[in-house]
């Protein structure tokens, strides 16, 4: 049976995914019950986005949100995958993978955010 | 102790119903997340293209998805709060009934959303 070392992720990992598990509960619940509970904001489109992002809260919950969510799922990613993989290059050579996709979709999606804010 | 992949699985019967699901549907919001993030950025493109797009994913169909995306958003971020208890240290030898409880609760922001997408889905 092949083995797996007993700290498969690093604590500061497993410690950011529970705090981040929190913070979504919290940004994630909020993102959702504004767009899609609140019937007027229901038809979604640019001037509505536009208009809500003049709310500083808001727009400090969706920034953040694309933050937190990009580090909790691809740290879940993270955790899935060493659970099958066990060689220490090969895990020291996913995680670098998953930090640069990460930032790309964090430099991008930060990007397109300014575009509602102009 | 080196711990193999045997002992790193989580158990059997209701437990690992939870592990499971909690996996499965962690990486279709991951997968999800990252389709998101580049639908929004067609902003980027000019607020034309944004409209356009939401536009289009108004289609019943898509609504239909998005019901499957916030069932399992609220099984994984349930369970997650169920997670983050018993490591906390809380609840551990009452996991089960917490997940139950759990899984109940998440049916009424479920139904709430379900009954407001449903015009959305038969139009």
């Known amino acids: 049976m092949t083995q797996i070392t007993p700290q498969p992720q690093g604590v500061w990992a497993w410690i950011w995914q529970r705090i981040t598990a929190v913070l979504l509960v919290l940004f994630l619940g909020a993102h959702l019950l504004v767009l899609h509970y609140i019937p007027e904001n229901m038809n979604i489109n640019f001037l509505g986005v536009a ?7 808001y727009l400090v919950i969706d920034s953040g949100l694309l933050a937190v969510a990009l580090y909790h799922g691809l740290n879940g990613i ?4 060493f659970d099958f993989v066990s060689n220490e290059g090969k895990r020291r050579a996913l995680t670098w993978l998953l930090w640069l996709v990460g930032l790309v979709y ?3 999606g930060a990007y397109a955010l300014t575009f509602f804010v102009k | 102790m080196p711990l193999t992949k045997h002992t790193v699985y989580p158990g059997r019967g ?4 939870a592990f499971w699901l909690h996996r499965l549907t962690g990486l279709g919001i991951a ?3 990252l389709m998101h993030i580049l639908v929004i950025s067609t902003v980027v493109g000019g607020a034309g293209s944004f409209n356009e797009a ?3 994913l108004k289609a019943p169909i ?14 994984h971020g349930l369970n997650g709060l169920r997670i983050v208890l018993f490591d906390l240290g809380y609840g551990v030898k009452k996991q089960k009934a917490i997940f139950i409880a759990l899984m109940l609760i998440a049916l009424i922001p479920f139904v709430i959303g379900f009954a407001i997408a449903l015009p959305h889905i038969l139009a």
């Open chain 1, 78 to 81: 993270r955790n899935v995958l």
């Open chain 1, 51 to 57: 208009a809500r992002f003049k709310s500083v809260l």
């Open chain 2, 54 to 56: 939401m536009k289009f």
């Open chain 2, 62 to 75: 898509f609504v239909l998805l998005e019901m499957g995306l916030l069932a399992i958003i609220l099984i």
């Open chain 2, 31 to 33: 997968g999800y997340l």
């Open chain 2, 14 to 17: 209701l437990g690992m119903w």
């Open chain 1, 106 to 108: 964090l430099i991008w």
